[in-house]
Structure formats: C-alpha cells, structure tokens
C-alpha cells in the first residue's frame, strides 16, 4: 500500500492510496492483513476529516470484496470500470477498481474512465475525474408530517370540524361510490381527525404545517 496526500482538486486536498492484492488469494491469508491495514488507514484519515480515493487490483470484484461489510465502516464508495481493466481476466471481471470516500461522490465523475487506446499489458490504465466543484445532486425526500404530541394542553376546545359537510359524501361513497370515491372519503375522514387532534393541541399557523398532511395522499 502507498499513499500520497496530493493538494488539490477539494480544500484540504486529497489522499491517494494505492494497493496490489496477491493473485489466487482472495480474501485469505496476507490479503486479509492488507485490507486490515487498509481499513486501519482510512480510518485514520476519516477522524482526521481527510478526503481519499483508494485505486488498486484487488484480484477480485469489490462485492467479493466486500462481503463482510467493510467499505460502509469506512464511508467508501465503490467505482468500477465499465469495461475490464485486466486482459489477462476472464471476459467481464472487473478487478481494477476505485473506492471513493462518500465525501467525494459529488465531486467525482459518474463512473472510471479506461484508456482503450493503449498498448499497455496486462493491465488497461483507468482513470476517475476530480471535479473543482460539486456536482448537482437531487434525492427525493419525503415529506412526513411530525408525530401529534399525545399530551393534550388545558384549555377550551375549539369547534368540530366541518363533518356535517362532508357527512353526506361519505355515507354515499360508501354505498355506491367507485374505488377513487372511497379514496376521497378516506382522505376527507383522515384530515378531520387530524384537524381534530390539531385543534386540540392548539396548534395554529405555521406551527400547525409541521404536524399536517396526512389527509393529502389523493
């Protein structure tokens, strides 16, 4: 294993570590010592707030790799080839890989990039992207509502809800509405009570929105 803190590319800079595992080992013997030492290092730098990139042929694909779970434990991410590295591989194993720290997935290019058009051998120079800046990332978060306090507060309670409304709907949908009117009812029947329990917490304005939207699936 070797590593070299190269300043540039994310404020603080960036650890590259590299490392051969032994051919016909796999997770067995040394290569168990080195991935130990490895898992050591990286952290090491974490506590430290260091950012890494670890590269290597690891003789075997990084789920093998990570069958006991390690690579969560250090906060890595792993970024394989779209093609084989290796010719020397059987036809689709991918053994030259990245590891990325979680830290970097914004700022790293999508997937590693192989060099086609060289002559090396046996194995194919691959190569990621350090970006100056981060990448938009989106993530569909829902939205939940916050848990009703079951503690009610003293004081008056404010007026029922408008069941006298929607009352006649809901006897109708019921009976002889469709899927999508019983639907509607269930949602009309759920923001009551949730009104309901609300008004009695006293929960108004603002304060209120955070607590509201269970009636609003649709």
């Not at 507060?153 to 809800?161: A, V």
Request: aromatic content about 8%; some cysteine.
């Amino acid at each position: 294993m070797v590593a070299a803190h190269v300043h540039t590319g994310v404020p603080g800079g960036v650890v590259v570590i590299s490392t051969y595992l032994h051919t016909e080992l796999d997770m067995e013997g040394e290569n168990i010592a080195i991935i130990w030492a490895i898992v050591e290092y990286l952290h090491l730098l974490n506590r430290k707030g260091f950012d890494w990139i670890l590269g290597g042929d690891f003789q075997m694909t990084w789920r093998e790799l990570d069958k006991h779970g390690w690579m969560t434990t250090v906060n890595g991410f792993p970024m394989e080839p779209p093609v084989p590295t290796c010719i020397e591989s059987l036809h689709g194993t991918k053994i030259d890989y990245m590891i990325v720290c979680s830290n970097l997935l914004s700022r790293v290019s999508g997937e590693m990039e192989v060099h086609m058009d060289t002559k090396l051998w046996p194995h194919r120079p691959a190569s990621i992207q350090l970006q100056a800046v981060d990448r938009p990332v989106w993530a569909r978060v829902l939205a939940e509502p916050r848990p009703i306090d079951r503690r009610t507060p003293i004081g008056c309670c404010r007026p029922p809800w408008m069941w006298q409304e929607v009352l006649p709907f809901l006897c109708w949908a019921g009976e002889e509405g469709s899927r999508k009117d019983l639907s509607v009812a269930w949602d009309a029947v759920l923001e009551g009570l949730e009104a309901e329990l609300l008004d009695q917490r006293d929960l108004t304005g603002r304060r209120r929105q955070q607590y509201a939207g269970r009636g609003q699936g649709g």
